[in-house]
């Protein structure tokens, strides 16, 4: 193959992979004519059958939670489906489209910067969740007509070694206080102003930040006017936001919880979290089958989904001064362990076990969603050049769980949505916070 082209074509399109702002804008929100209610899987059928009209008209049809398993219970064949080579999810040539739309929602790497853009009309917040360590938020209340309305505040998850600084998370904050739902972005430890304030603290990807997010959620309930809280997140954050709601639902006490892991939770009171829900975009279901593949060196010209995160890792490796920076993530989970309260030589393969979703290679992932007790819904796209669509199949033919529903939409490639389906995407995201009272007026969405 003639390597030049692909650079090629990447000069001409250089627009169309990098990131860009996708604000909602006025008449994008469809509210469904009756107040969503149910179980979380009649609430996505009711929702996606009033507002599918918004998606692009040449799209197949989208699979909701029903159609991801045949007659039988079997995991249907979602690439088939949707006419997609599962064997080249990231190739420019059979996948443009997805790539597209997941770099313009991607957003840069973060290496220490200071904040690109401000956060006007919000609150700058330091939530403590341990001594010695506070999580950097932006929060910002809903109003109407100068009031501040009682409402549910969504937390908004940066992705993986992520920040807040990026369109994605300002304009999505944004459309939920057009459409009078509190917003919080918030930088988890060691991510985004949080690790520039706490340089020592170190990431225990995802399973002491679990307990973070209890306080994160009983800080904002103990303020006025916050009635309930919720969760958005995408690709490792959407990952976060589904093991946080599930650690809160067994409170705590899981066979996938080792003692060790246990022993560093703080003790929370059993008061209720997340019940305005949870939405994940785009999970890495299959976590360990992309760990495996960081393995392997990838170049941007043949893997570049693969080389751009190796390009994440050995960045944090070098901002965060680990010895022998490579492009392994095993091996900067390991590092950042050893950093951690974590630090006992089975401490990766505790916490792989604390966040598996699906089984692998023998393991058992625990039907963590079997125990799900808040709404959860989680979005994939037929053209994710990272995480595989096939595994939403695999996980519902194993999940009975009402309170837990999936949705397949034919395009957005990894957290891309906004830039393939603007309207849907934030009309999906306002109806499944919505309290099902009366619409508020729904006005531009402040910047």
């Known amino acids: 193959m003639n390597r030049t082209l692909p650079i090629a074509l990447l000069a001409l399109c250089a627009g169309c992979f990098s990131e860009h702002a996708h604000p909602m804008r006025r008449g994008d929100i469809v509210r469904t004519e009756k107040p969503v209610t149910g179980t979380t899987r009649e609430r996505l059928r009711h929702t996606h059958d009033q507002i599918k009209h918004l998606l692009p008209t040449q799209s197949p049809t989208s699979l909701t939670t029903e159609d991801l398993t045949d007659k039988d219970g079997k995991p249907v064949d979602v690439c088939k489906h949707f006419n997609v080579n599962p064997t080249k999810p990231d190739s420019l040539f059979t996948n443009f489209f997805g790539l597209s739309y997941s770099a313009q929602l991607t957003g840069p790497d973060y290496t220490g910067q200071p904040a690109r853009f401000k956060w006007d009309n919000y609150e700058d917040v ?43 998370t300002r304009d999505l904050c944004s459309a939920l206080r057009a459409n009078g739902i509190h917003a919080l972005a918030l930088e988890t430890r060691s991510h985004g102003q949080t690790v520039m304030r706490y340089p020592d603290e170190s990431y225990a990807f995802g399973s002491l930040e679990a307990a973070d997010l209890m306080r994160v959620s009983d800080w904002l309930t103990a303020k006025p006017h916050i009635t309930t809280t919720g969760l958005i997140g995408f690709c490792w954050g959407a990952n976060e936001a589904i093991i946080a709601a599930w650690y809160h639902s067994v409170q705590g006490r899981h066979p996938c919880i080792s003692e060790r892991i246990a022993a560093k939770m703080p003790g929370l009171p059993n008061s209720p979290r997340f019940t305005a829900g949870v939405m994940a975009f785009s999970p890495v279901l299959k976590w360990d089958d992309v760990v495996d593949a960081l393995d392997t060196p990838h170049t941007i010209l043949m893997h570049p989904v693969y080389a751009s995160l190796q390009g994440t890792v050995h960045n944090r490796m070098v901002f965060k001064k680990h010895a022998n920076p490579n492009h392994s993530l095993r091996s900067l989970i390991a590092k950042e362990l050893a950093r951690s309260p974590l630090d006992y030589p089975e401490a990766s393969d505790d916490v792989f076990d604390f966040h598996r979703l699906l089984p692998y290679k023998g393991k058992d992932d625990g039907n963590k969603l079997a125990d799900m007790k808040v709404p959860v819904l989680i979005i994939q796209a037929a053209d994710d050049p990272l995480a595989s669509p096939q595994a939403m ?30 309207a849907y995407y934030f009309s999906l995201i306002v109806n499944f916070f919505s309290t099902g009272s009366a619409p508020l007026e729904t006005g531009s969405a402040d910047r």
């Open 126 to 168: 330091w939530i403590p969740v341990r001594d010695g360590l506070s999580l950097h938020g932006s929060l910002g209340l809903a109003t109407k007509d100068g009031a501040v309305l009682d409402a549910p505040c969504v937390v908004v998850l940066p992705g993986l070694l992520g920040w807040n600084d990026t369109f994605r």
């Open 393 to 422: 199949a695999e996980l519902f033919a194993r999940i009975k769980n009402p309170n837990v529903a999936g949705l397949v939409l034919p395009s957005g490639g990894h957290v891309g949505f906004a830039a393939w389906a603007r």
